[in-house]
Each structure stands twice: as structure tokens, then as C-alpha cells.
């Protein structure tokens, strides 16, 4: 299933599909730190025109069969490098997220690399050991979409 998956660079109007992916409770809870106005897509589509303008940030657009399935992105936080990727719901299960962060690994050659995921996001914390990242530590902080403080384990990769 994941053969025909492409990374893309991120265009503005990919932005709109994106956000209406963001916008799914279930998939909301999952990722669980979102940011306060993720429901505006005002808001929303002003901060991503940004991270596009943002030489720091490296973000894709994952396509598969030529639509729209994700997207990732390698940004910056606290001075180190951060690994983000979100798959619209329908599409959870089949290996994509698995297949696009493997592909973005290859461009990407930010080393080492940071993933965070909620502690019971189990899909995601897979997907980043498949990828061969190690859980070297956890944190606690307010997920807005979840509107409490959460554990998030913390991964790194260094080759």
C-alpha cells in the first residue's frame, strides 16, 4: 500500500487540505499538544505560511496516489531538531507515516533528531521506533486538546 507514497514540498494550498486533517477530535487527542487556536483556520493558515517562509523548517507534504494523505516536518525547538508528521485518520494503520518518515530521513540529514509523542499514542511511538529512534527520556506539559498536562516520551535518533 505505502509503494506509492511521495514527499512533496509543502505549497500554501496544500495548507487548507492540512488543516481540515487537524481538525478531527480523535486524531486532536492523539497528538494531543496542538496549539490553542487550532480550530481557526485563520490562525492556522497564517502560522504555516510562515514555517513555508522559515528556512529552518523543513516541511512536506505526503501524497499518496497523488492525493493528499500528510504531511511532516523538521523544525526547530530549544535549539535542537524536531521531527512533527500528522496522517489524515482514514488513512491511520496502513504504514504511511512509517514510509513518508523513513523518505523524509533520507533529505533530511539533521542529526540528531527529536520526535515527542503523547505516552499513549502508541501508533506514533511504533512508527518512530521503526524508524530507528530511541525513547530517551519523558516530560510533562498542557495538552490543549486534551485541555490537561500530559506525559510525552521523548525519542531521539543520531544517525
Known amino acids: 500500500m505505502t509503494k506509492n507514497i511521495i514527499l512533496t514540498k509543502t505549497e500554501i494550498e496544500d495548507i487548507y ?12 487527542y492523539n ?24 528556512p529552518t523548517i523543513n516541511m512536506r507534504t505526503i501524497k499518496m496516489d497523488d492525493k493528499i494523505v500528510g504531511s511532516i516536518a523538521k523544525y526547530m525547538m530549544g ?14 494503520g496502513k504504514g504511511i507515516a512509517t514510509a513518508a518518515l523513513k523518505e523524509f530521513l533520507q533529505m533530511e540529514k539533521t542529526r540528531p533528531i527529536h520526535g515527542r509523542v503523547a505516552f499513549d499514542n502508541h ?19 498542557f495538552a490543549n486538546a486534551r485541555q490537561m498536562d500530559v506525559e510525552e516520551y521523548i525519542y531521539k535518533r543520531s544517525v
Open 31 to 54: 497528538a494531543a499538544f496542538m496549539p490553542k487556536e487550532s480550530t481557526d483556520e485563520g490562525a492556522y493558515i497564517e502560522k504555516y505560511k510562515k514555517h513555508l517562509a522559515d
Open 79 to 92: 535549539g535542537e531538531a524536531e521531527i512533527t508528521y500528522w496522517i489524515d485518520k482514514k488513512f491511520w
Open 123 to 141: 501508533g506514533s511511538q511504533k512508527v518512530l521506533e521503526k524508524c530507528g529512534f530511541v525513547k530517551i527520556g519523558s516530560d510533562r506539559g
Open 17 to 28: 487540505t492540512l488543516f481540515q486533517f487537524q481538525l478531527d477530535k480523535e486524531a486532536a
